[in-house]
Each structure stands twice: as C-alpha cells, then as structure tokens.
C-alpha cells in the first residue's frame, strides 16, 4: 500500500499503477442485497433458477453500478493519505461495462493516479480504475474518476 503525507503528493506517482488489490469473490448474496437496495431487480441479477437457464454459463451477473461502488472499499487497500480533511467522490468523467461479472467470479481493483491538482482549499485526483475478472482477458470495467480531497484542517 502506498502511503502519502497528503493527497497532492499523489501527485509524485502519477501515470504510476498504484497495484492491485486482494482478489475478491462476488456472492449472491451481496447481488441480492444491491438488488434490495437500489430497486434493480432484473432477472439476470437475481433469479438463479432462471440464469441456469437462460444466461450464458448458467449463472446470474452482477450489476455494473455495484462494482462501481467496490471501488472505494477496494481502493483502501492500494493508497492511504495521511494528512487530510474530507474527501468527496466528484465523479466519473467515463465508464465502460466491458465484462459481465457471474456469480462466484473473483475480482481485483487495478488504480493509476492520472493527476493531481489543486482545487480550492483541496486537491482535485484523476484516477484511473479498472476491475478485473480473475482468469479472464477482459476486464469487468474501467472508469475514469474523480475525488476530491480537503486539506487537513490542522
């Protein structure tokens, strides 16, 4: 894990791969409750029997904006700022939904900090993030994102 004094010195590592995460499995378990969540409930997330079926390779998937929201859970195992105040998710300039991702499958976050730039009392962070699909040669998506981060107040 990288650790910086401050969100611009991310800065320093730009065009840089920060790594990869742990290798995370996808239940259906955590589909359902996404599903209950926000209201998606489509068949190819949720109905089992059905997926069998009808999807290819019998299983249902995982919903592209719920690997959307791992990203800032699995990003914590690649980077940490040490002095900072709070941080805002600004945004996603692109994402694209290249893979679909079946029940069961493992996934890893892949980031690159694409720059670093102050931004009224806080510095504005370009990052490009990808998840992968363990043996596969696509990955589920690759998004361009946002964050804005604070400065520390003291």
Request: glycine share 10%; net charge negative; charged share 20%.
């Amino acid at each position: 894990m990288l650790t910086v004094e401050t969100a611009m010195d991310l800065a320093q590592h730009s065009g840089s791969p920060l790594g990869a995460t742990e290798w995370m499995e996808i239940t259906q378990g955590q589909i359902d409750a996404f599903a209950e969540l926000t209201g998606d409930d489509h068949w190819i997330h949720v109905d089992v029997a059905r997926a069998a079926r009808e999807q290819p390779g019998g299983k249902t998937i995982a919903h592209g904006l719920f690997l959307i929201s791992l990203i800032p859970r699995l990003q914590r195992q690649l980077f940490r700022i040490e002095r900072r105040g709070a941080g805002l998710n600004y945004g996603y300039d692109r994402v694209r939904f290249t893979a679909p991702v079946p029940v069961g499958s493992l996934v890893r976050l892949v980031q690159t900090v694409t720059s670093a730039t102050r931004r009224g009392q806080g510095t504005q962070l370009a990052i490009s993030s990808t998840i992968e699909i363990k043996d596969s040669e696509r990955p589920a998506l690759v998004a361009e994102g946002l964050l804005l981060i604070g400065d520390a107040l003291a």
